[in-house]
């Protein structure tokens, strides 16, 4: 059982690279979700999406890009990398209802110089 | 400011010790969720609670959510080193759709032999 997989896991880029992220999850799970997670901030949605060809901006949308184009994936796009963007990001899903927790990926390690 | 506030930020004690880690708010959630998070993995959900006034419990750890469904508490029983994580605390208020849960920063939890 494979969950949630995000690729890639660590990468390094400079200021002004650009990069997407990608998301798969075999569950069949309607909501996906992309957060980042930074020491003493916890973590903070970005961008979600309710099913498959929607997505929602979250707390901190800025900077990334989002697309939802089949219901499995889900890509994270940084159009212009910053420094501030240096955080790790997770990649989660769900079932739609009530009571459903999220099922999280092992995060992407992002450093930008 | 974080909307779930989670204290104490960092608990260590011994193998045997029980603990006792909160999660306050002064909004309204129509459910909570626990999670753990060990190093260089993503968060894995241990419970969701929904109801005010529950009370779940895993193995030695028992979950409450408050009376009026802004707090909840997590207590550890005879921890071990194994109950060593991040432990999060998460949230949907009851005027957010369901897709946006808040995340607490979290409370790290050391447990020594």
């Known amino acids: 059982n494979a969950g949630v997989t995000q690729t890639p896991k660590f990468r390094v880029l400079k200021t002004g690279q650009s990069m997407t992220l990608l998301c798969a999850q075999d569950m069949n799970h309607e909501y996906m979700y992309w957060y980042r997670q930074d020491p003493g901030m916890g973590l903070r949605l970005i961008h979600y999406s309710v099913g498959e060809g929607t997505t929602a901006k979250g707390e901190v949308p800025d900077g990334y890009n989002v697309s939802r184009l089949k219901k499995q994936n889900f890509l994270l796009g940084l159009e212009s990398a910053a420094p501030s963007q240096t955080s790790v990001y997770f990649c989660a899903s769900s079932s739609a209802g009530t009571g459903y927790g999220y099922t999280f990926g092992s995060g992407t390690r992002l450093t930008v110089v | 400011t974080q909307l779930l506030e989670q204290s104490p930020q960092f608990l260590s004690i011994q193998e045997g010790e029980n603990l006792t880690v909160y999660c306050n708010s002064s909004?309204?959630?129509?459910?909570l969720q626990w999670y753990r998070q060990e190093p260089g993995e993503g968060p894995v959900l241990l419970v969701t609670v929904v109801t005010g006034g529950e009370v779940k419990k895993l193995k030695r750890l028992t979950f409450q959510f408050g009376d009026a469904r802004k707090d909840s508490s997590l207590h550890i029983t005879a921890a071990q080193p194994g109950d060593t994580g991040l432990y999060l605390c998460?949230?949907?208020?009851?005027?957010?759709?369901?897709?946006?849960?808040?995340f607490g920063a979290g409370t790290q939890v050391v447990v020594t032999p």
């Open positions: 998460a949230g949907v208020r009851a005027t957010d759709s369901w897709g946006k849960f808040q």
């Open positions: 909004s309204v959630f129509s459910s």
